[in-house]
């Protein structure tokens, strides 16, 4: 069959955290908060982060100022004028480095969009827009649907539907490329093809069918290529 549009996720599909820089992104935001007067121990502002970038994957945080607000409210500091813009700067120093591009990713993206429509459709905090461009990949993408700004997350089928209004395609035109099956399955109930790439570490987190066979199946991103 031939396609005439791509939709791709972006967190462990073409990038990935790195575990080394990201503690060390704590432990700056854990000294920034101890020379404002305020000790915290590295586990707990791991949770904070944790559950702040969740709800503000949700679209409950449009800004970094309500972002780093309710990060200090969950560590119990009062809500204050200077330290989210501290707490933001070190976000902005440390956040290029933390993510990785997987191999070869530029080029495979730039392959796809020769050939089709692409839109980026990722499940991301307040601020991934900016991360995105930083890393380069904006232009590669006719459209990009961020879950912090459409205020669902996949597999919730506003995500899919958006981007297909965007590329302005029907579904069983297009791809959806991803890491996780959840994703995936709701790829599926829109009637997009799938693509399973199995770089990603949470493959089967929070999917419904753990029997689910993707339309493809592919080790890197890389070779997506070579089956669209």
Request: charged share 25%.
């Given at each position: 069959?031939?396609?005439?549009?791509?939709?791709?996720?972006?967190?462990?599909?073409?990038?990935?955290?790195?575990?080394?820089?990201?503690?060390?992104?704590?432990?700056?935001?854990?000294?920034?908060?101890?020379?404002?007067?305020?000790?915290?121990?590295?586990?707990?502002?791991?949770?904070?982060?944790?559950?702040?970038?969740?709800?503000?994957?949700?679209?409950?945080?449009?800004?970094?100022?309500?972002?780093?607000?309710?990060?200090?409210?969950?560590?119990?500091?009062?809500?204050?004028?200077?330290?989210?813009?501290?707490?933001?700067?070190?976000?902005?120093?440390?956040?290029?480095?933390?993510?990785?591009?997987?191999?070869?990713?530029?080029?495979?993206?730039?392959?796809?969009?020769?050939?089709?429509?692409?839109?980026?459709?990722?499940?991301?905090?307040?601020?991934?827009?900016?991360?995105?461009?930083?890393l380069g990949l904006a232009g590669f993408f006719d459209c990009m649907i961020l879950s912090f700004q459409i205020g669902v997350r996949k597999p919730d089928k506003s995500m899919y539907l958006e981007a297909l209004r965007c590329l302005r395609l029907e579904a069983n035109e297009c791809v959806f490329i991803a890491d996780e099956i959840s994703d995936l399955e709701g790829a599926r109930e829109m009637e997009l093809k799938t693509v399973l790439v199995r770089q990603g570490?949470?493959?089967?987190?929070?999917?419904?069918?753990?029997?689910?066979?993707?339309?493809?199946?592919?080790?890197?991103?890389?070779?997506?290529?070579?089956?669209?």
């Open positions: 069959m031939t396609y005439r549009g791509v939709l791709i996720d972006f967190g462990e599909t073409l990038a990935y955290v790195d575990e080394v820089a990201f503690r060390e992104y704590e432990k700056a935001l854990v000294v920034a908060l101890k020379k404002c007067g305020y000790k915290r121990r590295l586990r707990d502002v791991d949770c904070a982060l944790a559950s702040v970038y969740m709800e503000s994957s949700k679209g409950e945080l449009r800004t970094p100022a309500e972002f780093w607000n309710l990060m200090l409210a969950n560590l119990k500091i009062p809500e204050q004028s200077e330290l989210p813009e501290i707490l933001q700067a070190i976000r902005n120093n440390h956040e290029i480095t933390m993510w990785k591009l997987y191999d070869n990713v530029p080029a495979t993206l730039s392959t796809l969009h020769k050939k089709y429509k692409v839109a980026l459709v990722s499940n991301c905090a307040v601020g991934t827009d900016k991360l995105i461009n930083s570490s949470n493959t089967f987190q929070d999917a419904k069918d753990m029997n689910f066979k993707p339309d493809f199946q592919i080790d890197y991103i890389s070779e997506v290529t070579k089956i669209l």
